[in-house]
């Protein structure tokens, strides 16, 4: 049987990421498959009492039990590993896991967390609702400005916390700067990265310290499990994250985990296709007089920001029916009832085209109050931009604006 090359960082970390997502991680058993195995099973025998012993005081590798490890959970990490250039990974039961572990494991009463506001509506949730139950204070801040980040670190900040771009406002928060104020004051920058996967953004090259995904978005690709992803140091992941979920348990479920892996393979294919089709139908939106928030294009206030860190912009991005108030948000569900190929759906990262009316839905938990302050108005749309023709999507989007008649 060929060396599986795929289980050797060294070797992984060289290879372009076409080659990464579809090999690295990859741990053939003695049948020698193509494809990675899927190891249904939560636990695993031994030789000896001896063995099982030994790796239970960690002086031996290898399985235990699968809320500690699995064998499909673990070439996903890999993989994932190696597309991010992180030294480790693990992976959880969803995004939202993957975010609410990342901080839990390492904060505790009496901290503080500095938050870009513009977020995933659970993100904020947790910050309001989990977090400070233990004491653990945040400042929700506008991530585009540099010195709002700095003005609101206190001697007790122990996290950044933020997406880029961020949803569903498509605001971009300066990685370098960010990420470079942070490491001057000894804080951990967390980065929500699920819009951008590590196709399009790489924020450990910035000075990021942790990345997190819902791997459930482009990861899968199409629409099919939920996952989460973490991303860091083997010394961050050693000793903060992997004790909190070998306890706590918010693991991947093997299936979930295969299925992402099967994902992986064509991300660097999805990621630049979807990119060029959401661009082309922001255009056509722009062009229909209406306001687009797509950090491609130049109309965007961090259009030079968004070509420094990303080399495409991801397949998702928001815009505005006409009107104010209420008929603008009358307008809003009118477009999305007047859709006759795009799906109306919450869900991002899919191969099909979706789109939603976040302000009643994703963000409709933070109240109008918190929805003003974050930018959300009640005419704004976002779209997930898929795989289809380009130009069926323009003509379905222009066919429903017809419509609704303007
Ligand atoms: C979807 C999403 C999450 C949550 O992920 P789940 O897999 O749904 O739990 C967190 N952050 C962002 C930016 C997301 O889009």
């Not at 064509?266 to 082309?280: G, H």
Request: charged letters at 20%; one cysteine or more.
């Amino acid at each position: 049987m060929k060396k599986t090359t795929g289980t050797d960082p060294r070797i992984t970390a060289k290879w372009r990421p076409a080659t990464q997502a579809v090999r690295a991680g990859t741990h053939r058993s003695e049948h020698g498959e193509t494809s990675e195995a899927l190891y249904l099973t939560s636990g695993f025998t031994f030789d000896s009492a001896q063995e099982v012993a030994a790796r239970f005081a960690g002086d031996a590798q290898g399985m235990q039990y699968s809320r500690f490890k699995n064998p499909t959970v673990e070439m996903l990490q890999d993989r994932i590993a190696a597309m991010e250039g992180a030294e480790a990974c693990l992976v959880q039961a969803s995004g939202m896991a993957a975010m609410t572990s990342s901080l839990l494991c390492m904060l505790s009463a009496g901290d503080h967390v500095v938050a870009g506001r513009a977020a995933f509506g659970s993100c904020r949730w947790i910050l309001d609702n989990v977090l400070n139950r233990f004491g653990i204070t945040h400042t929700a801040i506008d991530g585009t400005d540099n010195a709002a980040w700095e003005a609101a670190v206190q001697p007790n900040t122990k996290a950044f916390f933020f997406e880029t771009p961020a949803n569903p406002t498509m605001d971009l928060v300066d990685l370098e700067f960010v990420c470079g104020l942070a490491r001057s004051k000894g804080i951990t920058t967390v980065v929500d990265n699920a819009f951008a996967t590590p196709i399009l953004q790489r924020p450990l090259e910035f000075g990021a310290d942790v990345v997190a995904y819902s791997a459930t978005k482009m990861m899968d690709g199409q629409g099919r499990v939920m996952a989460g992803a973490v991303c860091s140091s083997q010394e961050w992941i050693e000793e903060k994250l992997s004790p909190f979920q070998r306890n706590t348990g918010p693991i991947c479920a093997p299936f979930n985990a295969w299925v992402v892996m099967k994902g992986l393979e064509t991300l660097p294919l999805r990621a630049p296709v979807q990119s060029a089709n959401a661009l082309q139908v922001a255009q056509f939106i722009e062009d229909r007089g209406l306001r687009v928030l797509h950090p491609w294009l130049p109309s965007h206030p961090q259009h030079e920001l968004a070509h420094r860190q990303m080399s495409a912009a991801g397949p998702i991005f928001s815009f505005f029916a006409p009107g104010s108030g209420e008929q603008a948000k009358e307008n809003a569900m009118a477009i999305l009832n007047a859709l006759e190929l795009v799906d109306i759906s919450n869900n991002i990262g899919d191969a099909k085209s979706l789109m939603c009316h976040p302000a009643t839905t994703t963000h409709h938990n933070m109240g109008a109050e918190g929805r003003a302050a974050a930018g959300i108005e009640d005419g704004m749309l976002r779209i997930n931009v898929g795989l289809e023709d380009p130009l069926d999507l323009i003509e379905d989007i222009g066919q429903a604006f017809d419509r609704v008649a303007f």
